[in-house]
């Protein structure tokens, strides 16, 4: 059951909740454009000032035609109370605002039977007599395995059920003519009796999630094992939602890229608010959640929620969203972003289960593995790290490292304009310089030595350039980031888009299409 309106902010259901090892019942998602409401059904008191109550106490008498009129399911075997299931349609204008559909039977005229079974039950209602007295509590997380009707509008034929066995997953029919001989009839103000109060079920608030920097799991936490059409919502406080499950794929993945999508557009206001108190070198591009995994996991603990900031020249890895100018001085590690690799990893490359993942190779050679929920959310990430390091490559317009050549102290600059520039460390003498589309090929050892092959303008022969540096993974990633940004440049759309850190933020969403920059790794 789902309605939309014509805001795709908003969106409401029915479906199910489940916590820890508790069987799922029914609860209704309403989702705003920063909330998500997470409801339960329950009974309150809307006789003067609405009150909840845990217990009710309800009188009634058995009707010579259709009985008590009520079904019952559940009971012990099941770990609950026997539930109210149906109300016959000729007392249901009688009970109305005293018992409810869900409403379990704590006690039958004074006799505690929460801890009966469902035939248990059902005898000691048929041996009540004329007159029952019972004392019922809404059970609020009824497993929905019981089926019980989310209205008041389901109704039973009356029967006769006084011989023969129930079931406690079926409507055991209370509608038994107890004593044949008896012709009375009761008026619509003799029956039933309640002191005075007036009761309504409703849909009530159990959980309200603050949608601002909250995540979004379908993984069983810190495994590969993803939920089967379910997933959970925390919010930056740690509050969770608790496991929602849809009945099918389809239902999942839209309620998921709603709730996304709301996070987003939340996410790039506030980010735009931060913003002003930053200079222009200091913006931020992106923040979001992701799953880390972790170098040397243990077998419960595969991953970890981190939080991923592009923030000036660095990229921010927290274990919290940074609220204060302190937080961002907090973070677990950062990174140069020109100095380091980003992957998306195909489906060959994945590690485990997990889809949606990408690669964060640091300036030391060290490799980070990280997760999203949605295809979207990687696109998201793709373009936010290519912009982030284009506009960084673009500010500083070069960079120089220390190297060694022939025994000598060296320096390489890669030069945006100008390409690659090798000086003496000493004199400041420039040795030899090539553009970056002299440059035809290039090796490495892996742990300090970089061999370049440049084609002379002149001549068309290949001269070899071998470096050594002591940061060689910096070096090569700061190579790569300067060559895809000047591929970039020659693609307006790209370019187009580039204006600032603003309107870069600007174009990342979950609804936006998403261009990807071309070039060779």
Request: charged fraction near 25%.
């Amino acid at each position: 059951m789902d309605f939309k309106t014509s805001n795709e902010e908003t969106k409401t259901g029915i479906y199910l909740m489940q916590e820890g090892n508790e069987e799922p019942f029914n609860i209704r998602l309403h989702l705003a454009k920063d909330i998500l409401t997470i409801q339960e059904q329950d009974v309150i008191c809307v006789s003067g000032e609405p009150f909840y109550s845990s217990e009710r106490t309800v009188t009634i008498r058995r009707q010579t035609i259709g009985g008590f009129g009520l079904s019952i399911k559940g009971g012990a075997e099941h770990k609950i109370p026997v539930v109210i299931s149906k109300i016959s349609k000729e007392q249901k204008a009688e009970l109305s605002g005293l018992l409810f559909i869900g409403d379990g039977i704590l006690q039958i005229n004074g006799i505690n039977v929460r801890s009966y079974r469902h035939e248990e039950v059902v005898q000691v209602l048929r041996n009540a007599g004329e007159e029952v007295t019972l004392t019922v509590s809404f059970l609020k997380k009824t497993p929905a395995f019981l089926k019980l009707p989310l209205c008041e509008d389901c109704t039973c034929i009356p029967s006769d059920q006084s011989s023969g066995t129930s079931s406690p997953l079926c409507d055991s029919g209370l509608h038994l003519n107890y004593h044949p001989n008896n012709t009375d009839t009761l008026s619509c103000s003799s029956w039933p009796t309640s002191p005075g109060l007036r009761w309504e079920k409703r849909w009530v608030d159990l959980r309200l999630i603050p949608l601002l920097h909250s995540r979004l799991s379908q993984y069983i936490p810190g495994s590969d094992v993803s939920r089967k059409n379910a997933f959970q919502v925390i919010a930056v406080d740690g509050v969770c939602s608790g496991v929602v499950q849809f009945p099918t794929a389809e239902d999942c993945l839209d309620w998921l890229q709603a709730i996304a999508s709301n996070i987003s557009s939340l996410t790039k206001h506030n980010v735009k608010k931060i913003n002003r108190n930053f200079p222009v070198n200091q913006q931020i591009i992106y923040m979001g959640w992701v799953d880390e995994k972790e170098q040397d996991s243990v077998q419960d603990r595969m991953y970890s929620p981190k939080f991923l900031a592009l923030r000036g020249s660095s990229l921010f890895k927290f274990t919290a969203p940074p609220v204060t100018t302190w937080d961002w001085t907090r973070a677990e590690k950062s990174f140069t972003v020109y100095e380091i690799m980003c992957k998306i990893l195909k489906e060959s490359d994945l590690l485990d289960k997990r889809r949606h993942c990408f690669s964060v190779q640091t300036e030391s050679g060290e490799d980070m593995f990280f997760s999203v929920e949605l295809e979207c959310e990687l696109l998201i990430w793709e373009k936010a790290f290519q912009m982030a390091t284009f506009l960084e490559v673009e500010r500083i317009q070069c960079k120089t490292y220390a190297c060694i050549m022939e025994s000598h102290l060296m320096g390489l600059t890669i030069d945006f304009s100008m390409g690659f520039v090798c000086f003496d460390a000493a004199s400041k003498a420039v040795l030899w310089r090539y553009k970056f589309s002299q440059l035809k090929g290039s090796s490495d050892d892996g742990k300090s030595k970089i061999k370049f092959l440049f084609q002379n303008p002149e001549s068309k022969s290949i001269e070899a350039k071998e470096l050594e540096f002591s940061n060689l993974f910096a070096v090569l990633h700061c190579i790569h980031a300067f060559f895809a940004a000047k591929v970039a440049c020659l693609d307006p759309v790209f370019v187009e888009s580039q204006g600032s850190a603003t309107t870069a933020l600007s174009s990342l969403s979950c609804n936006s299409q998403t261009p990807k920059l071309k070039y060779t790794t």
